[in-house]
């Protein structure tokens, strides 16, 4: 764990920070629907859902944004890829609420706003809960025209800022914002400017970036150096994960952060140092969506601030430890929930 006074100075840096990030910007929409209503289509004989309220939210590179600005953080400047529609009306009027600036945010007419519909129900506890989910989504690349316009605006990003940090959320390959063309200059930059942080989640290419701060899951991690993945269920050996890790992180030369669910997050270093860094532990109701956004958010703004590989680690756990205590959205953590948390896990030390 970190010290609540080492918390606090981290904390009080954060308003000074700049945070470019590239990556899939999708938009979270909720439909509540009214409990006890029911209504029968006459056309279908199926249940016609009545929506009595519909929130908007940033979702993907924006559940990131969401928890950078709800710690502080002064200034986001996000580049990607978005339609010119109605659903990117409301993402970036969304956007508008945080300190992010949209300047370099590409408005493509061949593009969708790639959207997220989460229908929500109360269950009979008054718990929301989450219905199928409807994708709206590319399936085709960025036309050669708007990857050059991306390619720019992610290079004037790059140098404006004070790190970067890179979501490839779309598993197809060339599909999304982070296409090969956008890693080969990533990793360009990373070699051009060796001392800037660049931090990289990727949801099923992670094998492909030689270059920034990793974070995989174990079975990402695994995936990536070619060794075999356990059964569903199955426990994952540490030496096994252990070597993964080191060979991920050796790969790219900097520190690597493995996500471990609620085992908290192993912190490897090219010289194959590694440290498993405890998460919080919560009780009741989880609900896990946007916990590891939660826990990029934390680790990176306190790297930026000068802590530790481990002391960032910590941090990110016991965000995360916040967010997923919250149903029914996907969660943020304030400073002052997030220093209250450190002083309960101070606590629990003694």
């Known amino acids: 764990m970190i010290a609540p006074q080492r918390l606090a100075e981290l904390v009080g840096r954060f308003p000074r920070l700049t945070i470019g990030l590239v990556g899939d910007l999708f938009l979270d929409r909720y439909l509540h629907l009214e ?26 590179l924006g559940t990131v944004m969401n928890n950078l600005a709800a710690l502080g ?8 890829v978005v339609g010119d529609d109605g659903s990117s009306y409301d993402l970036l009027k969304e956007l508008g609420k945080l300190p992010v600036e949209t300047r370099h945010i590409i408005r493509d007419a061949e593009r ?29 690349p960025l036309t050669s025209a708007t990857e050059a316009r991306l390619l720019a ?8 800022t004070d790190g970067l940090i890179v979501l490839d959320q779309v598993n ?22 060796p001392d800037k942080l660049m931090f990289v989640d990727s949801r099923r290419h992670i094998d492909r970036f030689t270059a920034g701060v990793l ?26 994960l252990d070597e993964a890790a080191r060979g991920l992180s050796r790969r790219t030369g900097r520190p690597l952060f493995c996500t471990m669910s609620d085992e908290g997050i192993l912190v490897v270093r090219p010289d194959g140092e590694a440290v498993r860094v405890r998460s919080f532990p919560v009780t009741g109701p989880i609900d896990i969506v946007g ?30 430890s916040i967010t997923i205590q919250q149903l029914g959205t996907t969660g943020a953590a304030s400073p002052e929930q997030l220093l209250a948390r450190a002083g309960e896990a101070a606590s629990m030390m003694k």
């Open 291 to 320: 916990a590891g956004d939660s826990a990029t958010a934390g680790i990176v703004a306190s790297l930026l601030c000068g802590a530790t590989p481990v002391e960032a680690a910590a941090v990110g756990n016991l965000v995360a």
């Open 172 to 193: 197809e390959e060339g599909w999304g914002v982070v296409n090969p063309r956008v890693r080969g200059r990533l990793a360009e930059l990373a070699v051009q400017f």
């Open 35 to 60: 409990p006890g209503w029911h209504e029968l289509s006459i056309e279908t004989g199926l249940e016609a859902y009545q929506i009595t309220a519909v929130r908007n939210s940033p979702g993907a």
């Open 73 to 80: 953080v002064g200034r986001l400047v996000p580049t990607t």
């Open 153 to 160: 605006e992610l290079e004037i990003v790059f140098r404006t």
């Open 215 to 240: 974070k995989p899951n174990r079975v990402e991690c695994l995936t990536a150096m070619g060794l075999p993945a356990p059964a569903e269920g199955a426990p994952i050996p540490r030496e096994l």
């Open 112 to 140: 969708l706003t790639p959207t997220y519909t989460k229908p929500l129900r109360l269950d009979d506890q008054g718990r929301w809960q989450e219905l199928n989910r409807l994708d709206l989504r590319n399936n085709r």
